[in-house]
């Protein structure tokens, strides 16, 4: 008798739920990109989200401190969760919103690495194809941005996903806003193929930390809560290949949840610049263990053994720092 995968199950129904029938891939969604851990293997980087606002609102006082912790962890790279230029993202690649909300902003030596970005619904309201052009490294070599991607640091695979499509009020309920669908096409076979490369990648990885980075959240008590669609579409891949994290932006806050069905952790780091929106919404069989609603940024240093995280304020003074030990050193201990 043939042994039912209960979970593979749950996968291709979500998959045929969200698919339809026509589970044909066309082009590859996720373009791949290489960088080097350190030479002992391990990895150190900041996340910051939400926060392109030419300086205001607190964003250059951030960038400071994001400076100072920098050099301290001696980074590899920052990773953006979105929403990196308000209020409508660029208008075109020659927006000078790109060098005022960017290169003047982290100017500090230990920020001079690349920036690893997704694009948020703030960024799908200008030119979203402004942010995918390469032109942009003319301008400032650091930055990098594409729809949905994967990064191999060789410890640890980041799985970089263009959530915005997603959500189905910017399509139904826009709000008077105008969103720059160009390159999305026929959205439903958008996210299927999405999903369905997704999901294959993951499986396939054989790095030690398997991480998942989107603009919107999963799991949050912030302002704008949980995202219903990314709960129904994208959480049961991410629960059946066991990933550790999933880290977002668009609640501008720092928070960390993890909820009683899997050991991954939900990690908000969207308090780049405007920030005070309240939120202590109920978290729904979740644990929370940190919610912070002003601004500041999220380091993470990883190793074959850990991983240390810690949210800092507005003034660079940590306030929560924890470790974490993935899954699959539990299995082994």
């Not at 050099?71 to 979105?82: A, C, H, N, Q, Y």
Request: proline share 3%.
């Amino acid at each position: 008798m043939a042994c039912f995968d209960r979970r593979s199950f749950s996968i291709s129904l979500v998959l045929t739920v969200v698919c339809g029938f026509s589970l044909v891939s066309s082009s590859s969604q996720f373009q791949r990109l290489h960088h080097p851990a350190k030479s002992d293997g391990s990895l150190s980087f900041l996340v910051i989200g939400d926060w392109g606002r030419h300086g205001l609102y607190n964003q250059s006082e951030v960038a400071f401190q994001m400076g100072r912790i920098g050099k301290e962890l001696d980074i590899d790279f920052v990773m953006s969760t979105g929403d990196n230029f308000y209020d409508s993202g660029l208008k075109g690649v020659n927006d000078p919103a790109f060098r005022e909300s960017f290169s003047k902003i982290y100017t500090d030596k230990s920020l001079q690495k690349p920036w690893y970005s997704v694009l948020g619904n703030h960024d799908y309201r200008g030119n979203a194809k402004a942010q995918l052009n390469s032109r942009l490294r003319s301008i400032d070599p650091r930055w990098f941005c594409f729809r949905s991607f994967i990064l191999n640091t060789g410890i640890a695979e980041f799985f970089f996903v263009d959530t915005t499509p997603f959500v189905d009020n910017y399509f139904t309920d826009p709000d008077g806003q105008i969103y720059d669908w160009r390159g999305i096409q026929h959205r439903p076979s958008y996210l299927c193929s999405l999903l369905k490369e997704l999901d294959m990648a993951i499986k396939r990885s054989t790095a030690k930390w398997k991480i998942v980075v989107g603009h919107h959240t999963i799991r949050s008590i912030g302002h704008h809560g949980d995202t219903p669609e990314l709960i129904e579409r994208l959480l049961p891949i991410l629960k059946d290949n066991d990933v550790d994290f999933y880290i977002n932006g668009h609640d501008h806050c720092l928070e960390r949840i993890s909820c009683v069905d899997s050991r991954m952790e939900f990690l908000t780091s969207g308090a780049g610049s405007k920030a005070w929106r309240g939120g202590e919404r109920r978290a729904n069989q979740c644990a929370v263990h940190f919610f912070y609603d002003g601004q500041g940024f999220m380091s993470v240093q990883l190793n074959s053994t850990g991983a240390f995280m810690a949210f800092y304020d507005v003034f660079g003074r940590p306030r929560h720092r924890w470790n974490y030990v993935p899954r699959h050193l539990h299995f082994e201990m």
